[in-house]
């Protein structure tokens, strides 16, 4: 095929980006009604649902879209208020999925192509602001979340809506983000997004980025084994997306791979049986045939594109390739048709407006009626397309400034969060400082009243010991002084008995020296008095100095007998242990008794037992 594309005038082809943008959001809010059916419109559930992280089959989007859709007004806006109630405590992602919910069903129901097919009406100004406010809500609140696909599918939603109301800077700017946010976490970006923002950025005449992403799309597209991509839908990108190509190839001056690149979107358009974008490649290559004053053959591919762009309803493609054919028709001299043909356009871009197809049309009204004479409308056509013309190239120059600006808003919203989050950061990481050091004052102070009441224990268990060994101590200086006692008495009755013996005896002068040696003994020696006391101190604590404090005056052999009494002696064991009479004992134990003032019927040994 001799063909010589001509993309200057590439208007007609990028007309599909509004429809684009339309099959895109149907591409990204894919429905899964099977699960959307057991939900319903509970807003409780869904509120559970859309506050997960990520797009799954779970907490799809397009299916609460879907039944939005399908139930009336009160109904949708009753539960996208009690949703909205519901989900206000849980979280970014929930934030993040309902505004774009919300804003999705709007735009369907209220501000939609079929509704307002153009973007600049005055009555879609409320609306299109609260979208708007809406899908920069979603993606604020999508930085929060620090997910990246989350971030990056809430760019691409609000993109699409986004240039549905006619904000292509913003629609670029969105788009260019997710697909770098993608890229750069080295997530698979999809092919019909590259498409889609190939075809933008050829809008706004960003060649260079528009053939990187085309050139993208194309790649992405030779990489998918996914069967579900050969559904029609997709493959209508698939034309797109060499479409596309095709025209970035030509503003480079490589016109063999452009015209691969056609004959490759017409081959798949046939394939999809997809006549009205059949038609739509061969318009553009009627161009190239115009360019080539192959004016006939043009002619008919123009009205191929007119008439199945009319009859699909996308009027403002059929006014474009109705345009193309004026021009046609004017090149041949066939001035009438070229006309009507003209205001044909003129008229149908009433009924779906699109300024840069208008302005096309005012320049071919005037070349054709400056071809017919006719001076007065060919200069009133004329100053119109000059008005228009550098309305929409001012709108094209400041474009990037506004991507630039809108970009700007983007980082310096992007900045605020990260230092919210830093600032948060530093607040959880006094906080966990302060509760850190709270815990270490806590188990020290633990440590310390564990450590006391291990010592009040250990004191304790001390104190038990300590009066345990005393009472064993007790018990066995009460039995050694029993002992004692018992062995003194035992000691004096052997002496009384020798003595007695020896009495009975014929007394020799070894006898009478050994009588004379035992009248000289101290039955009860100092020392044998002294380990007495000890041992009895410890048997009767205090008991001597008891006697002392009260009795001040009272003799030695006085505490002696109160001691022997305490203990209880017959006359005759107190006689034995303390070496005197009985009588002697009976005396003693007088004085003791007027010493300590005891009446006559007391007993001594009863007086003393409780000392």
Not at 546 to 563: G, H, N, P
């Amino acid at each position: 095929m001799d063909t010589f594309p001509y993309f200057a005038c590439k208007m007609k082809t990028i007309s599909a980006v509004g429809i684009a943008g339309l099959l895109l959001l149907s591409l990204i809010f894919t429905p899964s009604s099977g699960f959307a059916q057991k939900l319903g419109l509970e807003p409780d559930k869904w509120a559970i649902e859309l506050a997960k992280g990520g797009l799954t089959e779970e907490n799809s989007m397009g299916s609460l879209n879907l039944l939005l859709e399908k139930a009336d007004s009160a109904r949708a806006f009753g539960f996208l208020d009690s949703c909205e109630t519901a989900g206000k405590e849980k979280g970014y992602f929930f934030t993040a999925h309902f505004n774009m919910v919300k804003a999705k069903y709007l735009y369907d129901k209220f501000a939609g192509i079929d509704k307002f097919k153009d973007s600049r009406a005055k009555q879609l100004e409320p609306l299109k602001a609260q979208i708007m406010q809406l899908h920069l809500g979603a993606i604020e609140a999508s930085y929060h979340t620090e997910d990246d696909r989350t971030i990056g599918w809430a760019s691409f939603y609000s993109a699409a809506i986004m240039r549905q109301l006619g904000e292509i800077s913003l629609a670029v700017m969105y788009s260019k983000n997710g697909v770098d946010l993608f890229e750069r976490a080295k997530y698979d970006v999809e092919p019909t997004v590259y498409t889609w923002l190939s075809e933008l950025l050829y809008e706004i005449k960003e060649y260079d980025e528009s053939y990187i992403n085309a050139q993208k799309a194309i790649v992405a597209w030779a990489k998918i084994k996914d069967p579900e991509y050969n559904e029609k839908r997709l493959q209508l990108y698939h034309v797109r997306a060499r479409n596309s190509m095709a025209l970035n190839y030509f503003t480079r001056k490589n016109i063999d791979s452009a015209i691969i690149h056609f004959e490759r979107a017409l081959q798949i358009a046939h394939q999809i049986k997809d006549s009205v974008w059949e038609a739509k490649v061969l318009g553009n290559i009627g161009r190239v045939l115009y360019h080539q004053k192959k004016f006939d053959s043009a002619y008919t591919l123009f009205k191929k594109d007119y008439y199945e762009s009319k009859a699909a309803g996308m009027y403002d493609n059929a006014a474009s390739a109705a345009e193309w054919a004026a021009k046609a028709n004017l090149a041949k001299g066939n001035t009438a048709a070229a006309l009507a043909e003209a205001r044909s356009a003129k008229e149908l871009l009433t009924m779906w407006p699109n300024r840069s197809y208008l302005r096309d049309t005012y320049y071919t009204l005037a070349l054709i009626f400056k071809s017919s004479k006719n001076f007065d409308s060919a200069f009133f056509y004329n100053d119109l397309y000059i008005a228009l013309n550098d309305s929409l190239e001012k709108e094209i120059a400041t474009s990037s400034l506004k991507i630039s600006k809108a970009k700007i808003n983007d980082e310096i919203s992007q900045f605020n969060i990260q230092k919210l989050k830093r600032q948060k950061e530093r607040e959880i990481f006094w906080r966990n400082i302060i509760i850190v050091a709270i815990i270490v004052v806590a188990l020290i102070a633990l440590l310390i009243v564990n450590r006391q009441l291990l010592a009040e224990k250990l004191h304790k268990q001390n104190a038990e010991r300590d009066k345990t060994l005393l009472e064993q101590e007790v018990k066995a200086a009460i039995n050694q002084l029993h002992l004692f006692t018992e062995n003194i008495i035992e000691k004096n009755k052997l002496i009384a008995s020798l003595e007695t013996q020896m009495n009975n005896r014929q007394l020799t002068d070894e006898h009478h020296a050994t009588l004379h040696t035992l009248g000289q003994l101290t039955i009860l020696t100092e020392d044998d008095w002294n380990k007495f006391k000890t041992l009895y101190e410890k048997a009767y604590p205090g008991f001597f100095r008891k006697i002392s404090e009260q009795y001040s005056d009272m003799t030695l052999a006085e505490q002696r007998m109160a001691a022997l009494c305490k203990l209880r002696l017959s006359n005759t064991e107190m006689a034995a242990m303390l070496g005197i009479s009985t009588d002697s004992v009976r005396k003693s134990k007088q004085r003791l008794r007027s010493r300590i003032g005891l009446s006559g019927e007391a007993s001594l040994e009863d007086y003393f037992v409780g000392w």
